[in-house]
């Protein structure tokens, strides 16, 4: 209304206000009012921003390349930018009315594209292609130490390079001798493996034989052992029998002196005894029936008389006509005493 407008920045916009030529704002994340036909306005990007990009480079070997990246810059004097390029808005924060805002960002992609090319010029294919990593850090510190660098008010934060490709023919014969080398490998691999299984197998083959002659070994050892016990055992036996064998026969002789010392006492005791008998009877054996009988007739015993006497009518029976024996006299005569 009247030409007087609103303009609110965020805090990664760096606002220069020029009214009358002169600086009115200035500053990140600002908000005022201006009067649009006396007032220039610029805003300056203060944040980090990315610029992808793509090469085309030779190396040392003239073979080409190409190497894909990114690099990540961000704007530390606003003010030296904005005399630079045209950083002009007209009706917002975004709207710029000319196409600078986009050239600075091809200016360090330009100056990063000269010092990837003196490194990649310096090696030869193959070490490029592996190097993508030291060329990043070798151009991320020629990068920082630029005077044209701190000539356009910018700092480097960081310088990635992703890819460094040959061209399709080169890759496909580089493939090709990385193939036939593996495959070489591969093959030197098999080789070995195999050689390796059959002197496993060899390994294995004599350990087994070694086995066997240990274990025969170990088996005759224990039967030569086993033998020697066992002929140790029938010799302690054979002692033992020999031994049993002798004091049995000691024994025997004893037993058969001893037997020969009780007969010889047996026979002298019934020597004794017989000559004592003899003794003692000897002298009744000069006596006659009838002296015998008297004698016999002493004892206190009356069966013992009655026996005499039936024994004396029997040697006179012819003498005798007739004889009765009562009952009672045998009873007497059968009764123990």
Known sequence: MFGIQYLKTGPTQYVLHFQRGRVRHKGAGQAFFYYKPASSIAVIPISSTDAPFIFNEVTSDFQAVTVQGQLTYRIVNPELVASLLDYTIEGGPDKYISDDPEKL?????????????????TRPLRDAIRASDEIARAVLQELSQSEAMQALGVEMLTFAVLAIKPTPEMSRALEAEARELLLRQADNAIYDRR???VEQERRIKENELSTEIAVEEKKRQIRETKVAADLAVEAKEQEIREARLNGQIRLEGERQKLVEAETANSRALADAQAYAVEATLRPLTQLDQATLQLLAMQTTDPRLMVTQALQQMAENAGKIGQLNI?????TMLLEKQ
């Open 105 to 121: 960002a091809q200016r360090l992609v330009n100056l990063a594209q000269v010092l990837t090319r003196a490194e990649v010029q």
């Open 195 to 197: 050689n390796s299984a």
């Open 326 to 330: 009562s009952p009672d006299l045998l």
